[in-house]
């Protein structure tokens, strides 16, 4: 069963395309690695969220995963971009639960 990435980034205000471009070069190189599935970043719609930016992603595998985070090269590559901004990936999976609503369900709620 594939593992879903989630990862908030923290961007100060005027950074946001220095942000996106970053993230594309991130993309691309995870794009080459063996237990990637697929990516899709997500903003911030308030202007009070704390996480501008949310990068969803889906690997084969935590292991998968680690294994690139704690490759020697990924790591100096990501040392030298100067990235200020503090990262949190944690690897997901979903449960079954009573309360899961169909998206057409939630829109019909929130009104």
Known sequence: ??????????????????????????????????????????????????????????????AHFETVMNNEGFRRWWDRTGRNSPISPVCMKSFESNHRLAPQTYRQRAR
């Open 1 to 62: 069963m594939s593992v879903i990435l989630i990862n908030p980034f923290e961007v100060p205000k005027g950074k946001e395309k220095e942000a996106l471009a970053f993230w594309e070069k991130v993309a691309e190189y995870m794009r080459k690695q063996p237990g990637f599935i697929a990516t899709r970043p997500h903003q911030a719609v308030v202007p009070w969220a704390r996480f501008h930016f949310i990068n969803v992603a889906e690997w084969e595998s935590v």
